[in-house]
């Protein structure tokens, strides 16, 4: 059973935001919580050594990250007594210069006040020039219902931003009317529009629609509801986690969420059965409407960042890089037992930067450039033939915990097999057409975390079709001899890349980090992340092929792959900083 932090330190303060005076309560609740004081043996097999994750208990959403004064900042759900997800859920925070190395702080947000008595949950932070960040969240209150906060911090000059201060008329948004009150959350970052008012997104579910219901404020404090979502459908479950962010339409540079011009276009997007989906679109702000280019159809089709464990995902635009970020949190796949033995769950992705693809259809991603830092041993070879049933190990890497890089060539296009495009779904042919399955133009692509002998393996890879309109590109993770264990999900994955490999060849690149591959393939135009559980294949026992499944011979244009040395991951307590950007 949770103990709740019943001990409160009042404290009445005023905060000057567009010229209106504002009486805060002070949380200091949080302060007795000190969980990051106890580490995890470091040779557990399925602890990652460079993605995020506190040193034990529950992890989940990614919450209001930013950059403020030099520092980034990424706060997240979190259980502070144990490995499963609780009823008393907080915002843990961390500090990083780099986005790599990481600083566990004291928890920035805990339950305290009768608007968030039963667990703070997700939301965003926005930055007012001129006068800081503040919070955006929902909390569970006394009846169990779900309402929208704010918080401030007390320290504006301090760039770690250590204390956090509710606002006293908290809460500021409610339930309204035709929306249950277990179906109102996640607010977003704010965007300031033409006319000088913010406006913010809230993810619900009302009348059979899932939906992103409109708030105004012209102050920050006092918002009103618009009389219409920004947008609605029929076609999807409850929204969480919503997110909505313009992105430049010739520039991989990203832009400040207030941007809007004629050089943009805008992302709308939502986290709904079990992924996050997203439109690109329109936003018409005189109407208070998003016109998206394509709309939701609750098939295969639909827009996703990630087609594998990726799930309530935040964005932020990172203003030194002129970059948008994009986190997601991985959940693990094994049992809740497995769980609770390694006293751990939940991960987050390596962030990645996101922007707008060429063609105007799709949107890109890509690891973000400061997990190179972490380049160890490297090994890369030019213009290798892999011929049918050709499988080779990369060696002279640590395969368990690395950074690879390859490009394919595809000399004999002209003799893929056929494929009608019409109402396949690209997991459900990923899984009946696995790497064991021969083709013509493949499988071919990556075994990772593989045994010597290949008994266990998760293999990332490729087909080539022809289709009606040109060649069709298929990418897989099939998962299915991941782990000699019964009780983990080896779900195979699977997407469609919209790429010409007549024009460019294929490229695919793995981060492997123990439990987990991000997979992103044409370049970042596909993405699949997986959770791996081996059994065999863990720690010195781990191995990397290449491997050919196809009757048809390809080409190795490039590899290169490197060992990958470990992030920081401490408390502040234990951490020195040594200037090195």
């Known amino acids: 059973m949770a103990i709740r932090a019943v001990f409160l330190v009042g404290l009445c303060c005023v905060l000057q935001s567009n010229g209106i005076e504002v009486e805060a309560s002070e949380n200091n609740g949080c302060q007795n919580f000190q969980p990051h004081t106890v ?41 502070p007594y144990g490995a499963l997800f609780g009823d008393f859920m907080i915002w843990a925070h961390s500090v990083s210069y780099d986005l790599i190395n990481w600083i566990h702080l004291n928890h920035a947000l805990c339950p305290t006040e009768p608007y968030d008595i039963n667990s703070c949950w997700s939301g965003s932070a926005t930055i007012l020039h001129g006068k800081g960040p503040i919070i955006l969240y929902t909390g569970i209150d006394a009846n169990h219902c779900q309402v929208q906060n704010m918080a401030m911090p007390k320290n504006l ?30 607010p977003t970052t704010a965007w300031l529009s033409h006319d000088g008012k913010w406006s913010v997104i809230i993810g619900s579910w009302s009348n059979n629609q899932g939906m ?50 004629a050089g943009v276009k805008h992302v709308m997007k939502a986290s709904f059965n079990s992924h996050d989906y997203y439109m690109i679109g329109t936003y018409v702000p005189e109407m208070q409407k998003y016109i998206p280019d394509n709309d939701f159809t609750g098939t295969s089709m639909d827009l996703r960042y990630d087609h594998g464990k990726f799930y309530a995902s935040k964005t932020f ?22 769980d609770m033995d390694k006293g751990w769950s939940g991960l987050q992705s390596i962030p990645r930067h996101i922007w707008l693809d060429r063609s105007g259809k799709q949107l890109v991603q890509w690891p973000i450039e400061e997990i190179n830092k972490l380049h160890g041993e490297k090994v890369s070879f030019l213009h290798k033939k892999i011929d049918s049933e050709a499988i080779f190990e990369v060696q002279g890497i640590t395969a368990a915990q690395a950074d690879v890089e390859v490009v394919f060539e595809l000399p004999e296009l002209q003799e ?98 123990h439990s987990i591959i991000e997979s992103f393939g044409g370049e970042g135009r596909a993405c699949i992340t997986n959770r791996i559980y081996p059994k065999l294949a863990i720690h010195e026992e781990a191995h990397l092929f290449i491997f050919n499944n196809g009757t048809l011979s390809v080409t190795i244009s490039s590899l290169n792959a490197w060992s990958m040395n470990k992030a920081q991951m401490n408390h502040k307590e234990n951490f020195i900083y040594k200037a090195s950007h």
């Open 317 to 338: 635009f990172d203003s030194v890089k002129n970059r948008r970020i994009l986190w997601g949190w991985v959940n693990e796949s094994d049992s809740i037992e497995d």
């Open 416 to 513: 893929a097999e056929f494929l009608n495009l019409t109402a396949v779904d690209p997991q459900l042919l990923c899984s009946d057409a696995n790497a064991s399955i021969k083709g013509k133009l493949g499988p071919f692509g990556l075994l990772t975390l593989a045994t010597k002998d290949l008994t266990e393996q998760t293999a990332i890879f490729f087909r080539i079709f022809k289709g009606l309109k040109g060649h069709v590109v298929l990418m897989c993770s099939d998962q299915s001899r991941s782990a000699l264990r019964d009780e983990v999900d080896k779900t195979t994955y699977g997407t469609f890349i919209d790429i010409d490999p007549q024009r460019e060849n294929i490229s695919l690149r793995c981060l492997i980090d």
């Open 39 to 79: 580490m995890l043996q470091e040779k557990q097999a399925y602890r990652t050594s460079f993605h995020f994750q506190p040193p034990r208990n529950w992890l989940n959403d990614p919450n209001g990250p930013m950059w403020y004064r030099g520092v980034y900042h990424l706060f997240y759900q979190y259980n």
């Open 157 to 186: 000059s301090d760039p770690f931003l250590e204390e956090w201060i509710k606002f006293a008329q908290n809460p500021i948004m409610t339930p309204p009317d035709g929306v249950e009150g277990n179906n109102f959350r996640d």
């Open 212 to 261: 992103a219901i409109l708030y105004q404020s012209e102050d920050f404090f006092n918002w009103t509801k618009y009389q219409d979502p920004l947008y609605s459908t029929e076609r999807t479950g409850m929204w969480e986690c919503p997110d909505f962010y313009p992105v430049a339409v010739n520039s991989t540079y990203g832009v400040d969420t207030s941007v809007l011009n």
